[in-house]
């Protein structure tokens, strides 16, 4: 997708912009589980917490969580969720405050004790970040790095300090990841750092905290560490370099060189004299800073390294990767063992006393023993190497078929996780999506309602896509993707209302069942029902009447500048959530979208407490709901010629190409012949056998659209059973019950306008 800068679509441009989008993401019943690898680990152990030992995870899902660790059971107690995208990374800083990184461009801070309060967005980067590293004894200090090699160091007392009011979004003051009313933090000074180590002042017309900006990295930063103190830090990413820093200054102070491939995984000793690397190179290296050179490589992967976790006293070094392995490797004297072998690529380690927790690309994470208290007692039990010091010896050793034996078999805890939707297919009647998970599993989810209501258990993808094969046409009105491991139901305007049902067909009892529903306008009543009630309850006002217009002087001004809003005036525009449209409330969707202020948030749709106001949502989304408006919409008329079949002795009077919703059913259009046979021969001229009605009106006879209600006062659904007229196409008999839609996309097969033939029923 290109963006549009304003300097090429001035005064005189007509092209649109793009609104904004509403997405929503289904969430599984087990709601406490992760659905997506899990990309970073936290620890905040009982000496620095209320007592207890967390691990905190953050996940592919785009939310992170807390987890009460006892002996052999963990706890989920909350769920951290505002990212709109992956989480890639998570340190603690001070007493209680979690800081995550995600591919949404931005950082977010959390009370890490709460249950889920999110307590500052900030936004510096400008595309993905990747990793984070804290200073565990300054507590202040965190640098962030991402693609286009992006650095910056933050202090984040001074980020979270209390904001005053502002139209910048580099700092936005939020409750779970929600903008307020306006508190943003100004900018004062961005101290910029230039390939040429020395700091400029770019000064900027706002003031307040902006972080330092490293710059020297021409390409993608994935790994950072930095030393105790939090005055050193190193990087690393795609250039194959480890890049020190002075974090005081943020100038850089040298490089490192003896990687061949890109640099995933960092550590720092205490005293910052030391760093650890891991590549993609399957190496690992010990470099000495202070002598600015390699001390020692060491060859025990068979495939990239991204993952690194060393003891307290810098003396041994866990390593995982891409080859599903974690080893243990004494730094001095080159011994190794592997401690286990998994079925995932290993994402991140996080020791913890004598155990070390391991994430991957699965949704679960394991709990291993690792003697980090002594790691001394895992070689004593034998099976241990030499590690080289050449990449290609451990691939030598590998094929020659001598791999170690694991030191363990099984893991002493594991947090399951839910397994990932990895295959997705949209059905014919727009309201079902089949898909396929990881562990093989087929089902059926409704997306209008948010629920699975097959579980076809482990069978196969594309027999069971052909099985449930309809030939109907429906519009497409949303997209899925499966990016955060669940079905992300996309919502775009105009398009996304160009889908329409009968009433009849989606079994809403009470409601005319000729009555055309909108399908994206009943689920966005359904997913902001909540919302609504919530809203009604603060504003101490009843609900909005049909054409109300928005409290937000900013929607209905945007609204009444839109060309052609129409209102929808074949449904009343109540609060009622239709049965087909009720979203589960034990395991409800979150909503990711985006308003007029600030950027993109996502929040469970039980938790929107009605405080959030129009600038908070799209326009489009609140007008539909509140007003009753859709915006224009394409495609939901039909063109058709109806003609006689060949030597039919049948004729009518027709005035050239007809128009019709393209959901009109093809009895309506044989109730239309009869209609007009009826106008233009006497009744006892046909041979009808009662299936004409008696009292028809020539109503309709003068006009050329074939609409919904044309017939109702003459035909009932009771009559359309045995009709004298039937329909064709391509000579092919049409069933009653097709669609116009359906005729054109599945008979007619041509881009042209559709020709319908008509001729008596043979025997009639």
């Given at each position: 997708?290109?963006?549009?800068?304003?300097a090429?679509?001035?005064?005189n441009?007509?092209r649109?912009?793009k609104e904004?989008?509403?997405t929503?993401?289904?969430?599984d019943s087990d709601d406490?589980k992760h659905c997506a690898?899990?990309?970073?680990?936290a620890?905040l152990?009982?000496?620095a917490?209320d007592?207890?030992?967390y691990?905190?995870t953050g996940s592919r899902?785009?939310?992170l969580?807390?987890?009460?660790?006892?002996?052999d059971?963990?706890?989920?107690l909350?769920?951290?969720?505002s990212?709109?995208d992956w989480?890639?990374d998570?340190?603690?800083v001070?007493d209680s405050?979690l800081?995550?990184?995600s591919?949404?461009?931005?950082l977010k801070?959390?009370?890490?004790?709460?249950?889920?309060t999110?307590?500052?967005?900030?936004?510096?980067?400008?595309?993905?970040v990747?990793?984070l590293t804290?200073?565990e004894k300054?507590?202040?200090i965190?640098?962030?790095?991402g693609?286009?090699?992006e650095?910056?160091i933050?202090?984040?007392e001074?980020?979270?300090?209390?904001?005053?009011k502002c139209?910048?979004?580099?700092?936005?003051?939020?409750?779970n990841?929600?903008n307020?009313?306006?508190?943003?933090?100004?900018?004062?000074?961005?101290r910029?750092?230039n390939?040429s180590d020395?700091?400029?002042?770019h000064t900027t017309?706002t003031?307040g905290?902006?972080p330092i900006?490293?710059k020297?990295h021409?390409d993608?930063v994935y790994?950072?560490?930095?030393?105790e103190s939090?005055?050193?830090l190193?990087?690393g990413g795609?250039?194959?370099?480890?890049?020190?820093w002075?974090?005081r200054?943020?100038?850089?102070t040298?490089?490192?060189r003896g990687h061949?491939?890109?640099?995933r995984a960092?550590?720092?000793?205490?005293?910052?004299?030391?760093?650890l690397s891991?590549?993609?190179?399957s190496?690992?290296?010990?470099?000495d800073?202070g002598?600015?050179?390699?001390?020692?490589s060491?060859a025990v992967?068979t495939d990239?390294?991204?993952?690194l976790?060393?003891?307290?006293?810098?003396?041994?070094?866990?390593s995982?990767g891409?080859?599903f392995?974690l080893y243990?490797?004494?730094l001095?004297?080159?011994?190794?063992s592997?401690l286990?072998?998994?079925?995932h690529?290993i994402?991140?380690l996080?020791?913890?006393d004598?155990s070390?927790?391991?994430a991957?690309?699965d949704?679960?994470v394991?709990?291993w023993?690792a003697?980090?208290?002594?790691?001394?007692?895992?070689?004593?039990?034998?099976?241990?190497?030499?590690?080289?010091?050449l990449?290609?010896s451990?691939a030598?050793?590998?094929?020659e078929?001598?791999?170690?034996?694991?030191?363990?078999k099984?893991?002493?805890?594991?947090?399951?996780?839910?397994?990932a939707?990895?295959?997705h297919?949209?059905?014919n009647?727009?309201?079902?999506?089949?898909?396929?998970?990881?562990?093989?599993?087929?089902?059926l989810w409704e997306?209008t309602?948010?629920?699975?209501?097959?579980?076809?258990?482990?069978?196969?993808?594309?027999e069971?896509k052909?099985e449930?094969?309809?030939?109907?046409s429906?519009s497409a009105w949303f997209?899925?993707?499966?990016?955060?491991?669940?079905?992300s139901?996309?919502?775009d305007?105009?398009q996304?209302?160009?889908?329409e049902?009968?009433?009849?067909?989606?079994?809403?009892?009470?409601k005319?069942?000729?009555?055309?529903?909108n399908?994206?306008?009943?689920t966005?009543?359904?997913?902001?029902?909540?919302w609504?009630r919530?809203?009604k309850?603060?504003?101490g006002?009843?609900?909005p009447?049909?054409?109300?217009?928005l409290?937000?002087?900013d929607?209905s001004s945007?609204?009444?500048?839109h060309?052609?809003i129409?209102a929808?005036?074949?449904?009343?525009n109540?609060?009622m959530v239709y049965?087909?449209?009720e979203?589960?409330?034990?395991s409800?969707?979150?909503?990711i979208?985006?308003?007029s202020?600030?950027g993109p948030?996502r929040?469970?749709i039980?938790?929107?407490d009605g405080?959030?106001d129009?600038k908070?949502?799209p326009?489009?989304?609140?007008?539909?709901v509140?007003?009753?408006?859709?915006?224009?919409?394409?495609?939901?008329?039909?063109?058709?010629y109806?003609?006689?079949?060949?030597?039919?002795s049948v004729?009518?009077l027709?005035?050239?190409k007809l128009?019709?919703?393209?959901?009109?059913?093809?009895?309506?259009?044989v109730?239309y012949v009869i209609e007009?046979?009826?106008?233009d021969?006497?009744?006892?001229?046909l041979?009808a056998?009662?299936?004409?009605?008696?009292?028809l009106t020539?109503s309709q006879s003068q006009?050329?659209a074939?609409?919904?209600?044309?017939?109702?006062?003459?035909?009932q659904?009771?009559?359309k059973?045995?009709?004298?007229?039937e329909i064709?196409?391509?000579n092919?008999?049409l069933?009653?019950?097709?669609?116009l839609?359906?005729v054109r996309?599945y008979?007619?097969?041509?881009?042209?306008?559709l020709v319908l033939?008509?001729?008596l029923?043979?025997g009639s």
């Open positions: 997708m290109h963006r549009v800068g304003s090429s679509n001035g005064n441009s007509t649109p912009r904004k989008r509403l929503y993401v289904l969430n406490i690898g899990i990309n970073c680990l620890l152990t009982s000496a917490s007592g207890s030992d691990l905190f899902d785009g939310r969580k807390r987890w009460a660790l006892g002996v059971r963990a706890t989920c909350a769920t951290f969720e990212h709109v989480v890639n998570a340190v603690l001070g405050t800081v995550s990184c591919s949404d461009t931005t801070t959390w009370n890490a004790l709460s249950f889920g999110c307590t500052r967005t900030l936004r510096q980067h400008s595309d993905y990747t990793c804290a200073a300054n507590n202040n965190v640098a962030s790095g693609l286009g090699g650095v910056f933050w202090d984040i001074a980020a979270l300090a209390p904001v005053s139209n910048d979004d580099t700092v936005d003051e939020s409750s990841g929600i307020g009313s306006g508190n943003l933090l100004p900018l004062t000074s961005l910029t750092i390939s020395n700091m400029s002042m017309q003031q905290y902006i900006a490293a020297g021409k993608s790994a950072l560490a930095m030393n939090g005055t050193i190193v990087s795609t250039e194959k370099v480890v890049r020190v002075d974090t200054s943020g100038s850089k040298l490089k490192l061949t491939d890109n640099i960092l550590l720092l000793d205490s005293s910052g004299r030391y760093c891991g590549s993609s190179d190496m690992i290296r010990l470099w800073i002598q600015q050179r390699c001390v020692h060491y992967h990239s390294v991204w993952a976790a060393s003891t307290p006293a810098f003396s041994h070094v866990y995982g891409r080859d392995s243990l490797t004494d001095q004297t080159r011994e190794s592997l286990c072998t998994g079925e690529p994402l991140q996080a020791l913890h004598d070390i927790w391991v991957t690309t949704s679960s394991h709990r023993p003697e980090g208290c002594n790691p001394q007692k895992i070689f004593l039990r034998g099976n241990s190497f030499l590690a080289g010091n990449s290609f451990r030598r050793v590998s094929l078929g001598s791999t170690p034996v694991p030191v363990y099984e893991p002493t805890l594991t947090i399951l996780g839910t397994p939707i990895v295959q297919e949209v059905l009647n727009k309201r079902h999506v089949l898909t396929k998970d990881v562990s093989g599993s087929v089902k997306i309602k948010g629920v699975v209501i097959e579980d076809y258990g482990k069978v196969s993808f594309e069971k052909e449930l094969f309809e030939m109907v429906i997209t899925v993707d499966t990016r955060l491991g669940s079905l139901v996309h919502l305007t105009p996304c209302f160009s889908a049902m009968y009433s009849a067909d989606l079994n809403i009892v009470g005319p069942e000729d009555d055309k529903v399908l994206a306008r009943e966005l009543k359904g997913l902001l029902a909540h609504l919530k809203r309850q603060r504003m006002s009843p609900a009447a049909n054409g109300e217009l409290s937000g002087k929607i945007r609204s009444s500048t060309s052609r129409e929808d005036g074949s449904s009343e109540d609060a049965p087909p449209f979203f589960s409330v034990t409800p969707p979150s909503i979208t985006e308003g202020h600030g948030w929040k469970k039980t938790d929107l405080t959030k129009e908070d949502f326009w489009w989304c609140l007008d539909c509140l007003n009753n408006r859709l915006p224009p919409r394409e495609n939901t008329k039909c063109s058709f109806l003609q006689p079949c060949e030597g039919s004729q009518i027709t005035q050239g128009s019709a919703p393209r959901i009109l059913r093809i009895h309506k259009v109730n007009k046979m009826l106008l021969k006497p009744l006892d001229s041979s056998e009662g299936s004409i009605a008696p009292g020539g006009h050329q074939v609409g919904d209600g044309s017939f109702r006062s003459g035909f659904p009771s009559q059973l045995k009709p004298s007229i064709l196409c391509n092919q008999v069933s009653p019950e097709m669609s839609a359906t996309a008979i007619w097969k041509k881009s042209d306008d033939n008509y001729r029923v043979q």
